[in-house]
């Protein structure tokens, strides 16, 4: 089954991670994949734009059916392989529904997130502020504050929604993943630490970690001050 399956992916991005972690708790490993190079612009080559004509990755196909933004994958993971290794969506409509906002939630957290470790990135050098940077920092301590609200409320050891693993956590933890890559403080954020801690440990994640932070197991130091 995993033989028809082609990723192409980047180490470190949240978007990539999900996909990969879903695969992994649907037990589909030995798909084909291919690690691409952002720094030598990868994404836009035409072996990606064949399947993604955004050039984006991740990009993903399952025989002839390609599904390139993440979010749709991990759904058609699940719906397609529904009886097959971890169940993703909750039977029960409290935690289903709990689920669904918080993968939503995710990603304003992503959005956040990335305005602040990737502002030199995506904004030319002349179009650079500080202040605007100052604004992104603000907004994300904002977001961060209300998962941190979140999590207190779910009580300690739990997932996004509620006792078991599903999909909120498939493609949130990623974002949270990347939080902590880029040096956020447990301390100052102990409930996200908790999650990222007891996450960072499943099997799935384990096989999916960015291998560039295996290299560098200290990570960054951007978020240190947030």
């Not at 955004?54 to 599904?67: M, Y």
């Not at 447990?186 to 295996?214: C, F, Q, T």
């Amino acid at each position: 089954m995993a033989k028809d399956m082609t990723l192409l992916w980047v180490t470190g991005s949240p978007p990539c991670w999900r996909v990969m972690i879903a695969l992994e708790e649907k037990n589909l490993q030995g798909y084909n994949q291919k690690l691409l190079s952002f720094d030598k612009m990868e994404h836009k080559s035409q072996q990606v734009l064949d399947i993604n004509p955004r050039g984006q990755i991740p990009t993903f196909k399952h025989g002839d059916n390609v599904i390139n933004e993440s979010y749709a994958a991990c759904f058609y993971l699940e719906s397609q392989f529904k009886s097959q290794g971890t169940k993703l969506i909750p039977d029960g409509p409290a935690e289903q529904a709990l689920m669904y906002q918080r993968m939503f939630e995710g990603l304003t957290l992503y959005e956040k997130l990335s305005a602040v470790v990737f502002y030199e990135w995506s904004v030319p050098e002349g179009e650079r502020h500080e202040s605007a940077l100052k604004r992104n920092k603000e907004a994300l301590v904002t977001e961060l504050k209300l998962w941190e609200g979140y999590l207190q409320k779910l009580g300690s050891g739990s997932y996004l929604a509620g006792p078991s693993f599903t999909l909120a956590d498939v493609v949130v933890f990623p974002t949270v993943g990347t939080l902590f890559g880029f040096g956020l403080s447990p301390e100052r954020y102990p409930k996200l630490g908790e999650y990222h801690n007891l996450l960072k440990e499943r099997p799935s994640v384990k096989a999916s970690w960015p291998p560039h932070w295996l290299e560098n197991p200290k990570g960054q130091d951007t978020l240190k001050d947030i």
